[in-house]
């Protein structure tokens, strides 16, 4: 429990201080009527977003006034913490739209708005669209971050129809690539820190092999929190290592950061060109809604995942490699295609899953497409891993957990299961249970299995399923039933953000009562 304090607590500190330096600066004005010979003001401002950029000094402000503008912009200078950040929003009060209808993605990345070794930028209110391709060596962005910087912000702007349309040859993997909003860490030596993503909608992206919002390679010291991820065709959240982005194999790895507060719906790779496709089936439906392939130190918290693929998923797809020192807390997960969440390696030549903790969470009718998967799925190379005080409504067909492999040595467990509920609506004795990799009839079984007693089959006297709110009623079995791991384990705040303790009582599942 070590490891879990010092990180989690450090997370929550930088959460809580980043900050904007206030504007010090001009405001530079940006308008379809403009002029790049003009001084930028509000009454005679600059015609391009480029322009604006190539003149910005630290502390200015580039209010882009209403419109739509088929540009992209480049920021490569860079404001100060003396002076302040340089900011380009949309004008107060105004919507100022990128649109790339009209631009075609050159061969290689570009991005319609693209951050390269640069610090103190805030990107915010931007509406970015319509960047399509169907190039297999051309790969579209949204918004890109590459290289090394720190401080940047990018907030609560709407990325929308980032397309990359290459068919691929009908195969797993043979697709090409495309991003809404993607850092990539690629110095070895200085990495992308004090990065914050918050408030942003991400959706009708079609990404072929490659993911919505994604932080790879040499990341640190991060918050996405409060962004909306839905109706794209791969994984929504991404936190990577190991692929490698950077040289270095020791920072080739996003860390210490927090995946919080954000809602994350209608992901599926069903249907994606890059996961093969064949008259009598659509493809492989095997995408996350939030993944850490291969990151560490990262808190997943009160989040919402719902009609996604897998829910959260904690793996790396790397031999040799883990994820390793996360906490998944405080989620509501439902109605995933397949298992609510994942850890361990999709194959034995894939990497593993160490030291993962997940608590409180609320799983609910999960594996809905009866790929076998279960509501919690564990896979290959999986060691010290903790699965405790959550509430798991098992849907059809029954199946309540599915383990793929055992203990990697002697004395090394697998995942601790404890002090959770479970419960079935039909014959208790219709549901499926697994660890480590062996078959248990009957719920006595699985106690026995796992040596987690404090566990119980119970209905949690949800609030009103049809409604999809899955508060606990008065008289729940989950209600201080949980047990109290500390602060660092199961956060401060639950679902709702009321204090996840009461009178001393941890209740199950993402909220308390």
């Known amino acids: 429990m070590v490891n879990i304090l010092l990180f989690s607590l450090m997370v929550a500190g930088y959460a809580s201080a980043q900050a904007v330096p206030a504007i010090k600066g001009r405001h530079l004005y940006v308008s379809m009527t403009g002029s790049d010979s003009a001084p930028g003001t509000i009454e005679k401002p600059f015609a391009t977003l480029q322009h604006a950029a190539d003149v910005a000094r630290p502390g200015d402000t580039v209010d882009v006034r209403g419109g739509t503008y088929c540009q992209r912009l480049a920021v490569t200078g860079s404001g100060t913490p003396a002076s302040g950040y340089i900011t ?31 610090s103190y ?47 691929g040859l ?28 918050d408030g942003n909608k991400v959706h009708g992206l079609h990404t072929g ?12 010291y991060f918050r996405v929190s409060g962004n909306q991820v839905y109706d794209n065709d791969n994984i929504g959240i991404d936190v990577i290592g190991y692929e490698p982005t950077t040289a270095d194999p020791k920072v080739d790895r996003a860390r210490d950061g927090v995946v919080e507060d954000n809602l994350v719906y209608d992901i599926s790779s069903e249907g994606n060109p890059a996961y093969g496709l064949s008259p009598s ?43 390793s020192h996360i906490i998944a807390r405080n989620n509501l997960i439902y109605f995933c295609h397949d298992a609510g969440i994942s850890i361990g390696g999709y194959g034995e030549h894939r990497g593993g899953s160490k030291d993962v903790t ?9 594996n809905a497409w009866h790929a076998g998967t279960g509501e919690f799925y564990m896979q290959f190379h999986m060691r010290h891993n903790i699965f405790e005080n959550n509430i798991v409504y098992i849907g059809e067909p029954a199946r309540a957990m599915h383990s793929r492999s055992g203990p990697m040595s ?55 399923v049809y409604q999809e709110d899955f508060h606990l009623k008065s008289g729940s ?37």
């Not at 690629?186 to 992308?192: E, K, L, Y």
């Not at 479970?422 to 248990?440: D, I, L, Q, T």
């Open 88 to 118: 380009y929003r949309s004008a107060p009060g105004e919507t100022a739209v990128l649109d790339g209808g009209c631009l075609l993605p050159q061969e290689g990345s570009s991005a319609m708005v693209s951050l390269h070794n640069v």
């Open 170 to 197: 009908n195969r797993v993997g043979s697709g090409a690539n495309g991003f809404g909003i993607a850092v990539y860490g690629t110095d070895s030596s200085i990495p992308v820190s004090d990065l914050v993503i």
């Open 121 to 167: 930028i805030t990107i915010k209110r931007l509406v970015v669209r319509n960047y399509k391709t169907n190039d297999p060596k051309a790969v579209p962005f949204g918004i890109r971050i590459d290289g090394h910087g720190s401080h940047i912000n990018v907030l609560k702007n709407d990325v929308q129809s980032i397309e990359q349309l290459y068919q």
């Open 209 to 220: 092999s490659s993911e919505s919002l994604t932080l790879n390679g040499n990341v640190t």
């Open 281 to 323: 089936r659509r493809g492989d439906a095997s995408s996350d809604g939030i993944y850490v392939d291969g990151g560490t130190h990262v808190v997943i918290q009160r989040n919402v995942v719902h009609d996604v693929d897998f829910g959260i998923e904690m793996a790396s797809e790397h031999f040799g490699r883990n994820t």
């Open 410 to 464: 002697a004395g090394v467990p697998t995942v601790t299961i404890d002090r959770n509920l479970y419960f079935y609506s039909g014959s208790p004795s219709a549901v499926k249970w697994s660890y480590n990799h062996r078959e248990y009839n009957g719920f006595e079984a699985f106690l026995k299995a796992t040596g987690g007693s404090h566990q119980a089959f119970a209905d949690p006297r949800f609030a009103n």
């Open 358 to 366: 997940i608590v409180n969470n609320t799983l609910y009718m999960d």
């Open 477 to 513: 079995p989950a209600i201080g039933a949980g047990a109290d791991l500390g602060e660092a384990a199961i956060g401060e705040r639950d679902l709702d953000g009321r204090p996840r303790t009461a009178n001393g009582k941890v209740d199950m599942g993402c909220y308390q009562h």
